[in-house]
């Protein structure tokens, strides 16, 4: 089964569009690594039930060093029952790519990653080829300083919207996203408008992102098409499976007024 079908599936099973970012942070977890793994398995154990993928940023779990990517191979070991996306953005040449894609999806196992698409196409390929595997291509990021070249003029269009397009192009194995941040709401419908792919929508908890507004824009009837993640929000909650519960019952609420 093929990643976006498997999210679709659990999507249906557990009622839910959320995805919790397994995030460590040295300054909320003490103990290296180790805590690290102790403190995300009892996030993963609490919120599953909850949650249709659990998104590991590659950064938090590198500050340790090969302890970390231990710690990791083992907490993505814990949870075979739900996908992992590796969320590692990675962007470079074809044959550094193509040993990125084998990290990601032979060696780490995951089950979707998320690329830069700066390099284009011929870079990307080199992770679509994997044709059961998910790849989100980030489009219009969360960050502050995302206006700083993705809404620059492409020959009549912004960048974003160029890089849509070619995300369309690249989708002949039905295995291409994209990511689209919950604090633009405004170009989540800029781009559902001329794209039907599947969006990963970070930014809604710590970052302040628009939930209602971005669900609304992105949805479009397909369980797979608004991936909404949450991080530091349920990560560092004193109760993750209670903000888990509750943030899945808010998006929901969205889904259901548009049904």
């Known amino acids: 089964m093929s990643y976006f079908d498997r999210l679709r599936a659990l999507s249906k099973d557990r009622h839910t569009l959320l995805c919790v970012g397994l995030d460590p942070d040295p300054e909320h977890i003490a103990g290296g690594a ?18 249709c ?36 953005k990675r962007g470079d040449m074809g044959n550094t790519m193509r040993a990125y894609a084998v990290t990601v999806f032979r060696t780490l196992a995951m089950d979707a990653a998320t690329v830069n698409p700066y390099l284009g196409g011929d870079s990307i390929e080199e992770f679509t080829r994997y044709e059961d595997r998910g790849v989100y291509i980030v489009c219009r990021s969360s960050n502050p300083g995302a206006a700083d070249l993705q809404h620059l003029d492409a020959d009549g269009m912004p960048l974003y919207k160029r890089v849509a ?59 797979a098409s608004c991936l909404v993640s949450a991080s530091r929000s349920v990560l560092f909650a004193e109760k993750p499976a209670l903000e888990a519960a509750k943030t899945k019952d808010a998006i929901n609420a969205v889904v259901g007024a548009l049904r």
């Open 53 to 88: 993928c659990f998104k590991p940023n590659s950064a938090f779990w590198e500050q340790y060093g090969p302890d970390g990517w231990q710690a990791l191979l083992e907490l993505r070991d814990g949870a075979p029952n739900t996908p992992f996306l590796f969320d590692g």
């Open 165 to 223: 397009e070619l995300a369309e192009r690249l989708n002949a194995h039905r295995n291409v996203g994209l990511v689209v941040g919950a604090t633009a709401p405004t170009e989540i419908a800029d781009v559902r408008r001329s794209s039907q792919l599947p969006f990963l929508i970070p930014g809604i908890g710590a970052q302040g992102g628009d939930l209602d507004g971005s669900v609304r824009a992105a949805w479009n009837g397909d369980p």
């Open 34 to 51: 180790a805590g690290a793994l102790r403190h995300c398995r009892e996030v993963v154990r609490q919120t599953e039930e909850h949650v």
